[in-house]
């Protein structure tokens, strides 16, 4: 299930509940919303030893992504260097792999230039 950075980053409690796995999760990739760069790398950070890679989740279209500001809804122009800061700063915290779940943008040229900008800030792998 796809977890709060902000959340998981400050709360060991919501550690606990929302990141229960068992060693046959295998591979695990911890799957995150994050609208804020400092906490994504906490949250990456925190989990790293425990899984094969980190999912920045930037798909997500439900309204609950819309009145938080993630998922899908930083996929805009206004958020882009956001966005790249926050590959940016979960690359430079974590030694696995970065990757980021999108949704087609408007264009096929804008969604190319989405993937250069996000393989650019380091993103291993963009679905």
Known sequence: PM???S???RDEQYRKTE???IPEDR???CHFSANNPDEFAQ???LCQDQCEA???NLGCPQRTAYLGHFG???LG???RELVLNIVRAGVKAVSIPIFVKIRLLNTLEETIELCKQLRDAGASLIA
Do not use: E, N
Request: proline share 4%; aromatic share 12%; hydrophobic share 45%.
């Open 54 to 56: 980190i999912d920045l």
């Open 27 to 29: 591979p695990l990739v």
């Open 72 to 74: 899908s809804y930083l």
């Open 7 to 9: 959340d998981f980053a």
């Open 19 to 21: 990141f229960q796995h």
């Open 43 to 45: 949250a990456a950070r």
């Open 3 to 5: 977890m709060s950075s």
């Open 77 to 79: 122009k206004d958020d």
